[in-house]
């Protein structure tokens, strides 16, 4: 079993951060990506940060400049810093990841629960 527990959202003035962090847990062989995707109400789930295998990173466009994405290899943490945030940033925040769970077996996308980020005044 594999388990991506989030912590960190909740309630922010614009212009104000926010720390999201993830840690995955469990049987897990490999990791090939790890990130964050979001879901504001009404709109389609969309990729936030995310590493890739390798280690090179992937922004969406409108959070460039304001939020960083940092991972802890030795904890299978992942940790999302965002900065400047906008009242359109207000969504869920999933955390996602790419494991292997042993030597042979194929690759599946898991998912943590969400956690809640509101910008507002």
């Known amino acids: 079993q594999v388990q991506l527990v989030e912590s960190g959202g909740g309630l922010v003035q614009p212009g104000g951060s926010l720390r999201l962090s993830c840690a995955a847990s469990g049987s897990i062989f490999g990791i090939y990506a790890m990130g964050w995707y979001r879901q504001a109400p009404g709109k389609e789930r969309e990729l936030v940060a995310v590493f890739n295998r390798g280690g090179s990173t992937n922004y969406t466009d409108s959070v460039k400049g304001r939020f960083i994405i940092s991972r802890d290899n030795a904890t299978n943490t992942v940790n999302l810093q965002m900065n400047s945030l906008k009242p359109v940033d207000t969504a869920v925040y999933y955390c996602?990841?790419?494991?292997?769970?042993?030597?042979?077996?194929?690759?599946?996308?898991?998912w943590g629960q969400g956690t809640q980020v509101t910008v507002s005044s």
């Open positions: 996602y990841a790419d494991i292997r769970r042993r030597v042979g077996a194929r690759r599946n996308a898991y």
